[in-house]
T-cell receptor
């Protein structure tokens, strides 16, 4: 079945450091891929998405590229801020007849000043 | 535009009591999902609806849990009777019934059963 694997956290960085959170997936067909962010005490927010191979999703300085050859969708940001501290979830959905999102376990990011 | 609306935001109740959580999806969305999030089990899908019809309730933990969607703009998740192990944050999410099926989440209801 479909699955998503994320790197274990927490990821601890200093402000202005470069961020990478790894995400790999297993899926049949051609899934769509998502990154969600959850700030403390809030619901999950869609951060970015990509719907086909080589697509790059981007938002708020975050980027992720849909790599079909490596089945990966790693999240990157060039310079993190304290306000980026949150839990980040990678997820996928099928494009035909499989609308449920399959989530990774989440990666906590802690950014210190 | 209003996002997904959930009420109440916090609920504290005693074991054995009935609890009803409410959700209003984004207008125009025709799929609705109920999730539960705990530290131990992470994010779990409980049930989802397409066009107000329950499609998959395999994640509902027990018969004590039930969900309804009487119309396109309202859904409820009921727990009767509640137990301390039901303490969690319950999220509602909605989406369009077409690819890429991105879901939009509400702020959640934090349920504490004492």
């Amino acid at each position: 079945g479909n699955s998503v694997t994320q790197m274990e956290g927490p990821v601890t960085l200093s402000e202005e450091a470069f961020l990478t959170i790894n995400c790999t997936y297993t899926a049949t067909g051609y899934p769509s891929l998502f990154w969600y962010v959850q700030y403390p005490g809030e619901g999950l927010q869609l951060l970015l998405k990509a719907t086909k191979a080589d697509d790059k999703g981007s938002n708020k300085g975050f980027e992720a590229t849909y790599r079909k050859e490596t089945t990966s969708f790693h999240l990157e940001k060039g310079s993190v801020q304290v306000s980026d501290s949150a839990v980040y979830f990678c997820a996928l959905s099928g494009n035909t007849g499989f609308q449920k999102l399959v989530f990774g376990t989440g990666t906590r990011l802690l950014v210190s000043p | 535009d209003a996002g997904v609306i959930q009420s109440p935001r916090h609920e504290v109740t005693e074991m054995g009591q009935e609890v009803t959580l409410r959700c209003k999806p984004i207008s125009g969305h025709n799929s609705l999902f109920w999730y539960r999030q705990t530290m131990m089990r992470g994010l779990e899908l409980l049930i989802y609806f397409n066009n107000n019809v329950p499609i998959d309730d395999s994640g509902m933990p027990e018969d004590r849990f039930s969900a309804k969607m009487p119309n396109a703009s309202f859904s409820t998740l009921k727990i009767q009777p509640s137990e301390p192990r039901d303490s969690a944050v319950y999220f509602c999410a909605s989406s369009l019934l077409r690819a890429p099926y991105e879901q939009y989440f509400g702020p959640g209801t934090r349920l504490t059963v004492t």
